[in-house]
T-cell receptor, first 115, second 115 residues
Framework: SAVISQKPSRDICQRGTSLTIQCQVD?????MFWYRQQPGQSLTLIAT?????????ESGFVIDKFPISRPNLTFSTLTVSNMSPEDSSIYLC????????????FGPGTRLTVL | AQSVAQPEDQVNVAEGNPLTVKCTYS??????LFWYVQYPNRGLQFLLK??????LVKGSYGFEAEFNKSQTSFHLKKPSALVSDSALYFC????FGAGSYQLTFGKGTKLSVIP
């Protein structure tokens, strides 16, 4: 399995500002994913980030709002730009375990509150 | 398109009694099925998976799940519930036939084990 850490664990931000969330994995992984979990809701995939290529965004999510970086095989960032209260969610980083095509592992999440 | 349904928002069970958390799925090809658990203020933890083979799969913490192809179900079970099992449980599916790595999650079921 992979051990994933995220920073910050939580933050309270003002409307109109941006927040960058960091995801660090303890091993090299090809595929990383960013999910959003709105209050009381399930997980929704924002984008898939592979090292060396542009992130692939799901319907309803755009790069201008959620820019993603993937500079190497153990690290990624997700920025939530020009935030509004509707962006208040838990943001989770996830990786596909190397050596298995089946399992995904999740970080502890970043709890974001936008005032 | 793939989808997952968890028909119960909440399941209450007395400690020591058996528990079942229901999940049904829809895919165009063969399903890969997963259960995850989320404790308060924590990320998702992998419990178990079904890929192929025996319809009854065993996972972490004494949980098991039964794959039923005819009913397109993958219910999570445990013979004797513990108070510490109280958490949010997510069922997820990946459509092997679609060639996608995307996991689709159900909306989650809150399990409360009553002492």
């Amino acid at each position: 399995s992979a051990v994933i850490s995220q920073k910050p664990s939580r933050d309270i931000c003002q409307r109109g500002t941006s927040l960058t969330i960091q995801c660090q994995v303890d091993s090299q992984v090809t595929m990383m994913f960013w999910y959003r979990q709105q209050p009381g809701q399930s997980l929704t995939l924002i984008a898939t980030a592979n090292q060396g290529s542009e992130a692939t965004y799901e319907s309803g999510f755009v790069i201008d709002k959620f820019p993603i970086s993937r500079p190497n095989l153990t690290f990624s960032t997700l920025t939530v730009s020009n935030m509004s209260p509707e962006d208040s969610s838990i943001y989770l980083c996830s990786v596909r375990g190397e050596g298995t095509i089946y399992e995904q592992f999740f970080g502890p999440g970043t709890r974001l509150t936008v005032l | 398109a793939q989808s997952v349904a968890q028909p119960e928002d909440q399941v209450n069970v007395a400690e020591g009694n058996p528990l079942t958390v229901k999940c049904t799925y829809s895919v165009s090809g063969n399903p890969y099925l997963f259960w995850y658990v989320q404790y308060p203020n924590r990320g998702l933890q992998f419990l178990l998976k079904y890929i192929t083979g025996d319809n009854l799969v065993k996972g972490s913490y004494g949980f098991e799940a039964e794959f039923n192809k005819s009913q397109t179900s993958f219910h999570l079970k445990k013979p004797s519930a513990l108070v510490s099992d109280s958490a949010l449980y997510f069922c997820a599916v990946r459509d092997f036939g679609a060639g996608s790595y995307q996991l689709t999650f159900g909306k989650g079921t809150k399990l409360s084990v009553i002492p």
